[in-house]
């Protein structure tokens, strides 16, 4: 038997802008994770066809079917999808036993977190694992991305990257990935407005914007750009108080891009006004998370400020 977990992650800064290469930070939420267990079954009938013997279960949302019914879907079910790729880089054409796969994960669906991501790397893990056969994080990295296009149509690879590597990254599209040290931990509340909003959707709308006026657009990007090079340095020195203002800023500049929504808004006010130092969608937008910095002493009056103004839910992570 083999098991594997992966963290959730949250953008910090440059959401939508990161699509146009300019820079985004994000960094990994230990306190939610995805785990895998692949297992061999033994005294288990071994079909004709191979993806016959191979049982992928995930009982959170109901899911037990054999690999075949998962790679006949169009396009195949993700879950199937990583096993497949998994298995094809691992060499393994055809498993000589049978084989379960169990997938559980404490990461909201579809609200920004990364689950689909964090399931792909905990699984791609645990299959490397059980044929021990290690595969390097890039291998991990570049699998677990190739999921994410076949669902995300043209996603800019941060969430695989950070969920992989579980350390707080600085993403530029296309280029090697750069983890950054976080020299004074920061907590942050994250808040869920329990609303799923397809980030293809958010990502598609604002290339129509951008498509409509480039020079506008490329000058907003650039702003996000210059707030993501300042909260990477206030970061790096320690100097957490500034990131504030700067959270405060990007929010505002998500708003013109329209991925905004009237629910993260009030979120977002709500945050502020009980006391949050700045306070930002992320992700995609229109719906999935908010996040609010906050000093520790005051993350339980935020945390009700930010339930009564319809969070569905809060989870408290220190940025480390
Ligand atoms: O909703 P999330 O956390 O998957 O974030 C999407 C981030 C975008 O910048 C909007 C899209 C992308 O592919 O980077």
């Not at 399931?119 to 994080?137: M, N, W, Y």
């Not at 350390?167 to 976080?182: L, M, S, T």
């Not at 319809?310 to 940025?319: P, Q, R, S, V, Y």
Request: glycine share 8%.
């Amino acid at each position: 038997m083999s098991t594997a977990s992966a963290p959730g992650k949250v953008i910090l800064f440059g959401e939508h802008a990161v699509v146009y290469g300019r820079p985004a930070l994000a960094v990994p939420v230990m306190q939610v994770q995805a785990d895998a267990q692949a297992d061999w079954v033994t005294n288990e009938h071994v079909g004709e066809f191979w993806a016959d013997s191979v049982l992928v279960q995930a009982p959170d949302i109901g899911l037990f079917s054999p690999l075949s019914r998962l790679l006949a879907d169009q396009p195949p079910h993700p879950l199937g999808a990583v096993i497949s790729a998994t298995l094809q880089c691992l060499g393994i054409v055809r498993p000589s036993a049978a084989l379960t796969v169990t997938v559980t994960s404490t990461i909201p669906v579809a609200s920004g977190l990364g689950s689909g991501a964090a399931v792909s790397v905990a699984i791609i893990r645990a299959l490397a694992g059980l044929f021990e056969r290690p595969l390097t994080d890039e291998q991990v990295n570049q699998i677990a991305y190739d999921i994410e296009k076949l669902h995300h149509g043209t996603p800019s690879g941060i969430d695989n990257t950070v969920i992989t590597y579980a350390k707080p990254v600085y993403f530029v599209r296309g280029e090697p990935i750069q983890p950054f040290d976080v020299a004074r931990p920061f907590t942050l509340l994250i808040a869920d407005t329990g609303i799923s909003a397809p980030t293809r959707e958010s990502v598609a709308d604002v290339r129509k914007l951008w498509q409509a006026d480039k020079s506008r657009w490329e000058a907003v990007f650039d702003q996000v750009a210059e707030i993501v090079q300042k909260a990477r340095k206030a970061i790096e020195s320690g100097k957490t108080a500034r990131l504030g203002p700067l959270m405060d800023a990007n929010h505002a500049l998500l708003q013109e891009m329209t991925v905004s929504s009237p629910q993260l808004d009030r979120l977002v006010v709500a945050a502020k006004t009980s006391g949050a130092d700045g306070a930002k969608l992320s992700g995609g937008g229109r719906g999935g998370n908010m996040i609010a910095l906050v000093q520790s002493e005051r993350a339980e009056s935020v945390a009700s400020a930010l339930k009564a103004a319809g969070a569905k839910n809060t989870i408290l992570t220190d940025i480390r």
